[in-house]
């Protein structure tokens, strides 16, 4: 019994840790059901721009600055500690470089 409560900490710890992943071609996002079938990966040239709302639950990935296609995601299987550290580095990737500044 505690072998199985040990495997199932580590399988629920494992998934928290594999939903979204940052990768150098874009976001992938590994869905906890049916993952061959179901596994996405968002372009980062396919992100126009990204909003979160003030609680920091979700995520929208805008394809078009109009907001009329884009993927949203939920940040709850995130740690609310390790939230703000993803959402930086996603920001930080988007980020526009200034001319003159290398």
Known sequence: LALALLSGRIALRCTRHAYLILTPLGI?????????KHLQLVLWNEIDHVETPEDMLLLILHHDSERKSGVVLTLTPIAKSRRDLFLRAVNGRLAKPVPGES
């Open 28 to 36: 992938e996002i590994f869905p906890l059901f049916r993952p061959r």
